[in-house]
């Protein structure tokens, strides 16, 4: 099953690895320029601990402390490409093989971030360029549709392939610390489900329901009747299947459709990895939709990748592997709950359960690498790897976050007096 | 001890109830234009369920439900008042014996919360036109310290009279439930330290330490060395008189300085109570002295009130009882740790423990109100009643919140993977 279509990393060739293209300087000699302008690039990236080694096999810088990995230029436009933009650029020529990493990847873009963030600390001149010279895609009605179905309609059969047996797409909560990836996202419904307080015959709507999951645990082991929305057709598609043969599909109903077409009323609001696809500039709007979706002494729960201050997402992830993706500081996510007073009951931080959630998947991954090529091809893996990898090292640095906001209407004082409830298990 | 300085509540008369004043048109008639003015007053405060009798005895409002109490206006002036600036007015006019609630305060003042928030929803005209009326004190250096001691420099005896024998004057944490005021200050106490995490021989700076309780108890229960600040003279010569008295004057420092001038460095920082008189403008600032002050992997704790959406305090509460206060939103906090990359861990909402805790001091204060009066006069006696008993129906009523907020450094990696250790008793 080779798809050349959609050309989803939008490289010319399809994403497939030119030999012209990536041994284009391979083995030509590199001149003083092209020294100076690689000891400049590790430089103004702030020296990281890796040593950088050219197409003709010279290494053209070494780090003061030892390195944790050797990175590969394997021709000039990589270097260059690196130049005029690090940031994006480095995904496209690690996907391509025109950089490769010999070592851990996962340390060196540790290493990476590190050295970065070091170098070009918030509020410096080279991020507030870095931040200006890349536009997110918009996340309107239309372009939320076509962002979702570049990743999230890749196909079932591909996620199967590395994701755990019941498909959960987020964050998974490792709570014992030696949980299997299987048990700690079955452990992370369970945390959302104790924190919404679900009760038996309550109504749920859930927004952004990826393969169904969590609707169909709310209501086999809460028993609540479930309204769960997504848009890309190939999720809904299986979670549909799944909520069959499951018998539950008398009380899940999923409903292919935008979550700014919500209607109705519930007990609970749940979204678990859909703001990060949102968009700020639609919080306000998402936020009056809980407010006239959430009956009075109703939970909500919003679950999201988040940034310590308000900052653009990556540049090449926003490109390549979520188009329109934007994780949000918690003062971007307040726009959501204050113009409508909800009040905010409980933020937690998960930030290291989603290092490992995404290091188990990594791993998960390289093991079918073989099988993903043959569906895609040897760009496609090295790019997902890359992804999943740079995943791990942001959550590691610090980079990103994962925050769980729950919250009710202002005026709500069934509210629990403590969080005890979350901690003990029925 | 009668004390007329200072003039605390700021009237003229030094607060003393005034025949002549009160009595201004007792017994006089009411005209058609008094009535008509009643009526309106009564419909832009969104036509609470309470009864309202004028100087004559006439009632010249009744709400369409059953009321909870009868409001008495006894002059003219009060009710001019309360039509020019109601929510500044009635605090005075209330001191002063121009008004009168027949009934339950509590449920009253309530009432009135609920129905101005629903005739005066959040953005409406009224609300924006009540928030741009009244400008709150600065919070600089010096005013920071007149405003401190306006309150809590009133006198260790006085607060002796009413709050827990430890006193400590911040929201309890009533865990179990049935806990009294004493259990359940202690209770928050070790709440802020598992937070905290803290660990024997650990170094912690408290910003606002009102009279040194926490700082003891962290120094006594968990083995840290602990540097306190206050600038209220009465409070910090209370705490070091406690430090002494328990053997705790080697592990304990309390410092008579402004937070402005914390140095050094700690493993925890933490404040409970003072950011509400800090000032959003100076947020930015204390979360710079914070970051300095902060070892990496230490952690932070900052327990405030707050509010679902950035506005002024209560007008009445902000010049008469806490000059320069200002409950933050969430969003208002962040500009403490977003300009710094703080990672965010924890964020719980006591509201209801604070209307409890309020609820509990309002009790014991009225046990000792005649005391009270002793010590100061009539005037002060129902301010302070008000003040209680509105911050009660406030927290009740979901018009303010409180916050504890936990936070360490963006790249520490020790940070607690769950939150069990805050709910697993030692």
């Not at 399809?14 to 293209?21: D, F, I, N, T």
């Not at 001149?31 to 702030?46: K, N, S």
Request: with cysteine.
């Amino acid at each position: 099953m080779k798809r050349n279509e959609p050309n989803w990393l939008g490289l010319s060739g399809g994403g497939e690895l030119s030999p012209s293209e990536t041994q284009g300087s391979a083995g030509a000699p590199c001149t003083g320029l092209d020294r100076w302008l690689a000891q400049r690039l590790m430089a103004t990236t702030g020296n990281p601990p890796f040593t950088l080694t050219l197409w003709n096999g010279e290494t053209v810088y070494r780090p003061e402390t030892s390195p944790v990995a050797n990175v590969i230029l394997r021709d000039r436009r990589a270097l260059l490409g690196l130049i005029f933009s690090p940031h994006f650029y480095f995904g496209d020529a690690y996907s391509t093989g025109r950089i490769e990493v010999e070592g851990d990847l996962i340390e060196c873009l540790k290493a990476a971030y590190r050295a970065l963030e070091a170098k070009m600390p918030p509020g410096s001149i080279g991020r507030e360029i870095r931040n200006w010279m890349h536009r997110p895609r918009g996340t309107g009605l239309r372009s939320a549709r076509r962002n979702i179905q570049h990743h999230y309609d890749l196909g079932n059969n591909f996620y199967r392939l590395w994701l755990d047996e019941k498909l959960v797409y987020t964050c998974a909560y490792y709570d014992p610390p030696q949980a299997t990836l299987e048990q700690a996202q079955v452990a992370k419904m369970n945390h959302v489900c104790r924190k919404l307080e679900l009760k038996p015959g309550q109504e749920v709507v859930e927004a952004g329901c990826g393969w169904g999951t969590l609707a169909l645990h709310m209501a086999r082991h809460y028993g609540v009747r479930v309204w769960a929305f997504n848009i890309s057709s190939e999720q809904i598609r299986y979670a549909r299947e799944q909520a069959k043969t499951q018998g539950l599909d008398d009380r899940v109903e999923f409903i292919e459709d935008d979550y700014r077409n919500i209607s109705g009323q519930c007990d609970a609001f749940v979204s678990v990895g859909m703001l990060e696809h949102v968009g700020p500039d639609h919080y306000e709007s998402l936020g009056a939709l809980i407010r006239r979706t959430l009956k009075f002494g109703g939970r909500g729960l919003i679950h999201s990748i988040g940034r310590n201050r308000p900052e653009p997402n990556n540049p090449w992830i926003e490109r390549r592997i979520f188009p329109g993706s934007r994780p949000p500081s918690l003062s971007e996510m307040t726009n959501m709950f204050e113009p409508y007073s909800f009040s905010i009951l409980d933020v937690e931080n998960l930030r290291l359960h989603y290092e490992r959630t995404c290091d188990d998947w990594l791993k998960r991954f390289e093991q079918v690498s073989d099988q993903v090529e043959q569906m895609y091809d040897k760009a496609f893996v090295r790019a997902w790897q890359l992804y999943l990898a740079g995943s791990v090292a942001a959550f590691s640095t610090g980079s990103l976050q994962l925050f769980q906001v729950v919250f009710a209407h202002a005026q709500d004082n069934s509210v629990p007096l403590t969080r005890r409830h979350v901690y003990t298990d029925s």
